[in-house]
């Protein structure tokens, strides 16, 4: 005989002025092989119909549906029932809004990251139809998806301590972004450009260290080194600033 | 209620739908694009594999050129594609790959000197050229004379997709997520715009456009087994279909691919099969050898997924609660080439299901991975029957791909498609002076609401709306599958004609309010086995095998009569079968109907044309051994 899981579930419609916060449990048989997603899709099907929950392409590659599974954000499609104890609790992830359930609103706080951080490749050049692309080292590529490979789960910012206290917090997400364009030789801002997007208490210099973030992200990116790199390099901009050398002008 | 005016408005925020807007947006025009979901969760981040372009940097596409990627396209459509809009696409694609780097999309480079590659499990060597050096490189793909997929690494989908999404925000276009178009606004054969459902509040929402995009993916989730996002549901086809005025274009024409995994269909490589795994059914017995003995596992995608089937239905297949599959082996290669080689497989086998693939068999069966058929439109994207509608990517059958689609041509379609239609909706949006008809918006707003209260209150009915999806996708699986034939097709018919009267009666049980996703559900379920009634009923209709269309009661490809093109229209709203009409299945014949160079196959030449002696009997062997060196 399978175990049976026992789910506590938290549930709220915001929009259902009836609605209060609170737990529901549902227990379903354990079959082989089973996900999150394939539990969750059934208890929808079969117990609950109104549930709430996101997933999308289901195979850890978009980053849909991050929750906090047993106390630890991570992604519910690739977490198997049997690395869980018999009794699972599911919360949605903090920080972000809620839409109702397990579902958050990830694509507000992120388009605003991405507006605040302006990602994407600042060029003064002109794309030329008829011209040969322009090179680039093999190397320098492969870095570059390196750090292109997050899924914008908001694993790391629902995790984050920082992020937890105070709204404006960018996280590890954005400062890995940044780190991402740092490196990208098509991209003409300068040290004092970045400087002037995260040389401060909302980007580099909020964090606290507690390394969480790399903890749980999914898809396994150096966060922490990109925080490192990145603090060293503000830190070094900082100074320059101070003493304005001519040469950190730009 | 919110009336939102833009210039264009496109329905999806994937490549395709995302790259037009770039193109709305550089022309100083106003775009929003809506999607079900943050627009870099589109099911476009999910194509790992890369973009077909003919730059020809590599040592292994050297001598490459638009024209032999033209060719290679029409072959693998098996003549079944519109020969225009493949040269267009085969022209445009270089380019385009070479904005995108321009944007900033990392493309893997030329690294010069010597490095070894596997072909059929055997090393080979190959020497890439200095003057190269940093130029886009290309990896090798299935039916292709030269290594011409430009790729990222394991992740082209979603590194194009991000850079894309990027150059949105750089431009101020806007993405309006988690929002559903639940129906077009249109009135005497001119679009305005849709009717949206927010996935946040439930509230309804208009919005009133010059011009409207549809891009919105494949449908393959009318299938219960399926490689595709959750989000590749029909939403945008269903819209196109329900104004009775647009047609869809071969909606028989599905892919199926061999290795989906089970439970959940996610796919892993023909790497596999390609460095040398097999497939084993219940008794752990080889089995493709007996089927096709030259070529075994690596037979094309269509053949393997053919004879795997046909295995299951002997009854060689493995038990689950998750119905019958079959195994995939590739313990023979070891640690070493599955954590380096296949990293990407092993990383899904233990993730995902608890396999470690060096030790254990990986349960596969085969699964629906693409649709060719979708929103007919011509080769400016132009939707049939409705002005100002457009539609590209996988949701349009802008018919490139015709019956068969080749890996790395569906990625590069999204971008190269995208921006070819993006600059056509910028001329046609230029031109056009629209004025709305409040009444048609109203009764367009209306209609929905009926629909809505209806759903909430059980007015028509108290099916559950899971239920009926499960027969539906139960029924077409059975019927319109990998094998096809007059009865099955069928019983497929008439069975998806009683579950569309069961779709009709859908209650919900939920209170529908807010972000319901029951009521989602049940609000694209009819229109859902409309499609699959397309599928099956133009396949039924469809007497030829032509790529993926495979009919075991008329094996051979039938030029004579059938080098045309379905189109499905569902005409009145209570109708229980769809119209269909045809076409040509292309205006100009660069490439007269031939023999593709692989797969056996019979051919019934078009009238005035001679059988080409290599599609017939043995010679056709030889032939096919030869299009393999």
């Known amino acids: 005989m399978a175990r049976l899981l026992k789910f506590n579930i938290f549930r709220y419609n915001p929009q259902n002025p009836e609605s209060v916060p609170h737990m529901d449990e549902f227990v379903l048989e354990e079959t082989d092989s089973m996900t999150l997603f394939i539990a969750l899709n059934r208890i929808r099907e079969e117990k609950d119909s109104s549930l709430q929950f996101d997933f999308c392409c289901r195979a850890g590659i978009c980053g849909s549906c991050g929750m906090v599974i047993n106390g630890r954000p991570g992604l519910a499609c690739h977490t198997k029932t049997k690395d869980l104890p018999s009794e699972i609790t599911l919360l949605p992830l903090p920080v972000f809004r809620l839409v109702g359930d397990l579902s958050v609103d990830t694509g507000s706080w992120f388009r605003e990251m991405y507006n605040k951080v302006e990602s994407w490749v600042h060029t003064s050049k002109q794309f030329d139809p008829a011209a040969e692309e322009e090179r680039m080292e093999n190397d320098v590529a492969e870095a570059i998806y390196e750090l292109d490979r997050c899924v914008e789960c908001g694993c790391c910012v629902s995790a984050c301590g920082t992020a937890r206290m105070r709204d404006d917090f960018l996280g590890a997400v954005a400062l890995n972004r940044v780190a991402r364009f740092v490196i990208d030789p098509r991209d003409e801002r300068t040290d004092k450009e970045y400087y002037e997007i995260v040389g401060n208490d909302n980007g580099i210099f909020g964090c606290m260290g507690l390394l969480a973030c790399e903890d749980v992200c999914p898809k396994h990116l150096p966060l922490q080194d990109q925080l490192a790199f990145l603090r060293r390099k503000m830190g070094i901009t900082a100074i320059k600033s101070l003493f304005s050398c001519k040469s950190c002008k730009k | 209620m919110q009336t939102i005016y833009t210039d264009v408005l496109v329905i999806g925020a994937g490549l395709a739908g995302e790259r037009a807007a770039i193109e709305a947006g550089q022309a100083g025009l106003s775009a929003i694009c809506l999607s079900l979901v943050p627009a870099r969760r589109s099911h476009s981040s999910a194509a790992q594999g890369g973009m077909q372009a003919a730059l020809g940097n590599s040592a292994m596409g050297e001598g490459d050129s638009p024209d032999v990627h033209f060719e290679d396209t029409v072959k693998g459509s098996d003549w079944g594609c519109d020969q225009e809009v493949a040269r267009l696409f085969a022209d445009s694609a270089p380019i385009e790959m070479r904005r995108l780097a321009h944007w900033g999309v990392p493309w893997n480079r030329v690294v010069p000197g010597k490095s070894k590659y596997f072909k059929g499990g055997k090393e080979f060597e190959k020497v890439e050229k200095d003057e190269n050096r940093g130029l886009i490189t290309a990896r090798a793909f299935g039916g292709t004379a030269k290594w011409r997929t430009c790729y990222v690494s394991d992740g082209t989908g979603h590194s194009v997709l991000f850079t894309v999404d990027n150059r949105c925000a750089q431009l101020g276009v806007e993405v309006h997520d988690k929002t559903e178009a639940i129906a077009l606004i249109h009135d005497a054969g001119v679009c305005y715009g849709a009717v949206v459902r927010c996935l946040k509040t439930g509230e309804l929402r208009v919005y009133l456009s010059k011009a409207t995009m549809i891009a919105t993916g494949g449908f393959g989730r009318i299938y219960p087994n399926t490689t595709n996002a959750v989000v590749c549901d029909g939403g945008g086809h269903i819209a196109a279909i329900n104004t009775g005025a647009v047609p869809m274009g071969n909606m028989e024409a599905v892919q199926f691919h061999p290795t989906g995994i089970v439970p959940t269909d996610i796919l892993v490589t023909e790497g596999c099969r390609g460095d040398g795994g097999t497939l084993l059914d219940v008794n752990e017995e080889r089995f493709m050898h007996i089927y096709e003995p030259e070529k075994a596992e690596l037979a094309s995608r269509d053949v393997v997924s053919r004879w795997m089937t046909h295995h299951i239905r002997e009854g060689k297949g493995v038990k689950s609660p998750y119905g019958d599959h079959l195994w995939l082996d590739i313990r023979h290669l070891g640690e070493k080439h599955i954590t380096g080689k296949l990293r990407e497989v092993y990383e899904i086998c233990t993730s995902f299901l608890g396999v470690d693939p060096i ?263 030889k032939s096919a051994e030869k299009g393999d060196k």
């Not at chain 2, 007269?592 to 009997?617: H, S, T, V």
Request: with cysteine.
């Open chain 2, 359 to 621: 030790h254990q068999l990986i349960p596969v069966r085969p699964t629906q991975h693409y649709s060719m058929g979708g929103v007919r439109t011509n080769k400016d994207g132009a939707a049939y029957g409705l002005k100002g509608l457009f539609s590209a990517g996988e949701a349009a059958c802008w018919d490139m791909h015709g019956f068969n689609r080749l890996g790395g041509n569906s990625l590069a379609e999204t971008v190269v498609a995208g921006g070819i239609v993006g600059r056509k909706i910028v001329e046609y949006v230029k031109g056009a002076e629209v004025s709305f008809n409040s009444s048609v918006i109203d009764a367009a707003v209306a209609a929905q609401r009926q629909r809505i209260s209806d759903l909430t209150g059980g007015a028509k009915g108290k099916e559950n709306v899971y239920a009926v999806r499960a027969a539906m996708q139960d029924s077409l699986n059975r019927g319109a599958n990998i094998f096809r034939n007059d009865a099955d097709l069928k019983t497929c018919v008439a069975e998806l004609q009683e579950v569309l009267g069961r779709a009709r009666k859908v209650g919900l049980a939920s209170d529908g309010l807010g972000a319901n996703p029951e009521l989602a559900a049940a609000l694209k379920i009819e229109g859902q086995v409309k499609m699959a009634l397309m599928v099956a009923y133009g396949a039924l209709q469809r007497t030829e095998s032509r790529g993926s269309h495979n009919r075991e009661d008329y094996t051979a490809r039938n030029d004579r009569d059938w080098l045309k093109r379905t189109l499905a229209y569902w005409k009145n709203p209570g109708d229980d079968l769809p119209t269909l009409e045809y076409e040509p299945a292309s205006s100009v014949l660069d490439l007269p109907p031939g023999y593709r160079g692989y797969g056996k196959m019979d051919i019934i030449p078009m009238e005035g044309q001679e059988a080409e002696k290599p599609a017939e009997g043995a010679s056709g062997k």
